[in-house]
């Protein structure tokens, strides 16, 4: 079977030696898009009138709009009269037609505006020049160059981009990559509006017939909460759709949430039609995100595995504006949902049914398995206890009093405190389920986590499940093979029929589960021996999961597990679950209620207060330290098997102190975890003492998600023989300076002139009891000698550092020397991630005092395989690592291999170091002094109020906004390395996009991208040669983050 792309069928060619000139006629129209066309929800099978949670975003009122809105929709033509519309798949939904190129062709595109507004069409991952950029911004052009930025309605303009073999796939990549265009003349709301289409970018001579030669279909998802309150249309929608219109409330926070819609190419609750497929069909997936903050997406493919950037995954994550492709084979017929497995998005609609089909007589089932592991595991209702030493082990102090910990501990007649009734799988020793099998020492570590189900490729599984929980549950594995009868989950046609015993497995009763594990379900050449996944009960996949019912499953390689069930390469296996888990949504919330708290009458379960204290920031369901077994010997081989879950705020950075570990074949010490990603990481511990692994993102932190691990001394002859001869002092000092992140408004206003008023004024304008762009803040700055007399003045290639402290350069082998004076009002330090030193203790240095911090870098501070040759680490104050890193103390350490030093060839090798984060100013030590000295109106501050707190969140590259940072400067033909950096909080989620670019990045192989994920603790080194002179965008591509300031430009400056 073969989808070709009819969109594309149309292109006019014009053949100069195999370059192609591919036209498109795109016309810009207004049109009604409904997100859900009918009165059932076809994943559960049930009426939306009898579903509340759908109510919200679907049911039209006298203040609600319903599933219909007004948008502005990409639509091709046959040709310049822009009568005949070219027909598109119906899965594509609103996205534009599909617009294709491979490198060497130029794309020309006829754009005409038949829509009430401007707009413009911007594309990603193709060269165009200034005229043909379709971005409005201050970029220091005029006139012709100009017209690009809007076209407006009734009018025209052609765009010409070139497809040229910077911007096309890299090494690593696939034939054919997925990139999108959009509207940019306020590229939030021209988004939110329906303006955004694919475009695929594939090797020369790859496409056949405008489709990728190598499949037998293509489709192209975006995942996105679609919010219409940001549209051009919304007061259109108001009127038209709302029967009181006058009296609706856009600022009402359910009028809000009512018009986000939870959408994969604008469909939910299963919509989305005629994704169809047959067994054994090659099939490739463009995926990408797109929207704000909230558009963290886990999409996972049931009962299919799929190869991503060479590695073998089920579940994909996507951000704003990440473009991901991915190969399926799918081998199990049926009908499977597609789903995004954050919590909120699975309540919100945002899935879709996928059809295998068996077109021929199917090959023979793949199971001449040999070996059949077999399990018993039941379902069992216990009181868990998340801090069963009742100390915060990182305070002394007891939970309950302890200031950060008491919130989630504190019982009393309106909180439940720190132990909660919840289900876990219990693991048992045969079929007759009476006697317990007790877990081993290593397996303390686990928590409420189930038991480790383990298989290697060729086995069967076979577990054997028993309800003893008092409502149904079920076992739904991620990243095996089974079939429709043996699926965890009820959806689809399926739940129009009977349920299924497997789906739902009642109280008292048992169900035998059989999954396999072949060939093209295990590692990949460039994968682990061992893939971790995780299964969890999927009646309702929300509610079980935040019971408690989760455990961890590994699928290996042939030959890779020893007799006992032990990975033969490894000393020691941990596995690490990181979660929020919200017990708000248990199934057990009014039995707790009962159980614990004091006055279970006086309890409103809306209340956001008794909400909060029931979100539990913990690893394997421990907080604050209470997580025991986590021990290992010095130089011993150490797998992490670490695992997300959870919803919009599982947005997790796993930090390992002390030391490094490698996972896809490059070097970290911080592990992004999102709700259904997992990840293998592969750890030397080479130091000993009690080290923290610990969640970067601050909340996660402050609310309990850190515990310690210990690596000990086990044998005398591993002692670390490595020298350190270079030696290399920096004198350092942290200094209290006024700062302004907004010091020229002109840019942003200039940039912002289509709105009504500049979105940076809640920011920046003081008002009468606001603080502005100027705070008092501390930074690292460099200094001559150690007198600390003469600051070292910042070279023109240091200029963009701004609020970082000074770029610090090592090779392997190096020993750094900080010779560090705190000359600021309150005690702080100097410690870097990725680097050795002799202490697990970090010294803290007092007003006044100087202190030597030494860090070694041995090897595994250094790039592993797959790593560019240089990598970054942050280097931050550890005194209160929340709130020395808000208050400014933040820095970029390079490491290098020894032998990469400038060589002499041609090409210039310019650096820059680019930190993206909310400084959150609210968390700052100096915000009582900020208030008394900016605010124009001290006395009328609240610190708790909201518009305040947003006020003082700023988002920033390197501490400035809109525009105001300078600096980024460089040639064409330079060779360009990027250190990016994220830090911060929950909304720290930054997909920073270059402009006029494409860079390359590595992880084990080599891939082009012109968008890249930051999240609190990611390190990212991205190197790009600069072809294309001009001052080009940079900017973070999500939503509020681009209305809060959060871009730059550089400048491109022709060969010198």
Known sequence: MKLFFLSCLLVSCCCLAGAVNREYYIGIIETVWNYAPGNTNIVSGQLFAEEEQAGIFLKRGSHRIGSAYKKAVYTQYTNQLYDVIVDKPSWLGFLGPIIKGEVGDSIIIHLKNFASRSYTLHPHGVRYTKENEGAFYPDNTKDLQKRDDAVEPGGQYTYTWNVTEDQGPAKGDADCITRVYHSHIDAPRDVASGLVGPLIICRKDTMNKDSDRHFDAEFILMFSVMDENLSWYLEDNIRTYCSEPSKVDKDDEDFQESNKMHSINGYMYGYLPNLTMCVEDKVKWHLFGMGNEADIHSAYFHGQTLIERHHRVDTISLFPATFIDAVMIPRSPGEWLLSCQVNDHIEGGMQALFKVKDCRKSTTDHNESTKIRQYFIAAEEVIWNYGPSAVN???????????????????????????????????????????????????AHLGLLGPVIKAEVGDSIRVTFRNNASRPFSIQPHGVSYHKSDEGALYGAASRGTESPASHVSPGATFTYEWNVPEDVGPTDQDPDCLTWLYYSAVDAVRDTSSGLVGPLLVCRKGALLPSGKQKNVNMEFFLLATVFDENL???????????????????????????????????????????????????????????????????????????????????????????????????????????????????????????????????????????????????????????????RTWEFERHQYHEESPGNPFLNKDNKFIGSKYRKVVYREYTDQTFSTPKPRGEEQQHLEIQGPLLMSNIGDKIIVVFKNLASRPYSIHAHGVKTDSSVVAVTNPGETKMYVWKIPERSSSDRGDP?????????????????????????????????????????????????????????????????????????????????????????????????????????????????GMGNEVDIHTAHFHGHSFDYKVTGVYRADVFDLFPGTFQTVEMTPQNPGTWLLHCHVTDHIHAGMEATYMVLPKE
């Open 586 to 744: 248990s199934w057990y919330l009014d039995d707790n209620i009962l159980m614990f708290t004091l006055n279970p009458n006086k309890i409103d379960k809306d209340d956001e207060d008794f909400q909060e204290s029931n979100k539990m920031h913990s690893i394997n369901g421990y907080m604050y330290g209470n997580q025991p077994g986590l021990e290992m010997c010095k130089g011993s081989v150490v797998s992490w098997h670490l695992m997300g879950l959870g919803s919009e705020v599982d947005i997790h950075g796993i930090y390992f102190s002390e030391n490094t570990f490698v996972t896809k074949g490059t070097r970290r010490d911080t592990a992004n975890l999102f709700p259904h990603t997992f990840l293998t990481a592969v750890m030397k511990p080479d130091s000993e003492g009690v080290f923290e692994v610990s969640c970067l993102t601050t909340d996660h932190y402050t609310g309990g998600m850190k515990q310690n691990y210990k690596v000990k001394q086990c044998h005398w002859w591993n002692v670390d023989l490595s020298m350190y001869l270079h030696e290399k002092t920096y004198y350092i000092a942290a200094v209290e300076v006024e700062w302004d992140y907004s010091p020229n």
């Open 869 to 981: 040759h240089c990598i970054a680490w942050a280097y931050h104050s550890t005194v209160d690592i929340i709130k020395d890193t808000y208050s400014g103390l933040i820095g970029t350490l390079v490491v290098c291999h020894k032998h990469y030093l400038p060589s002499f060839h041609t090409k210039k090798k310019v650096q820059f170091a680019l930190l993206f984060m909310v400084f959150d100013e609210n968390e700052s030590w100096y915000l009582d002094e900020n208030i008394q000295t900016y605010s124009s109106n001290p006395h009328l501050v609240d610190k708790e109020d909201e518009e305040f707190l947003e006020s003082n969140k700023m988002h920033a590259i390197n501490g400035k906004v809109f525009g105001n940072l300078h600096g980024l400067t460089m040639h064409v033909g330079d060779e360009v390395s990027w250190y990016l950096m």
């Open 393 to 443: 082990h990182f305070t002394g102090r007891e939970l309950i009093t302890d200031s950060e910990s008491h919130i989630f501990f504190e019982q009393s007649e309106t909180r439940i405190g720190g132990s909660y009734k919840k289900a876990i799988y219990k693991e048992y020793t045969d079929g007759s389920f009476t006697e317990h099998k007790k877990r081993l020492a290593e397996e």
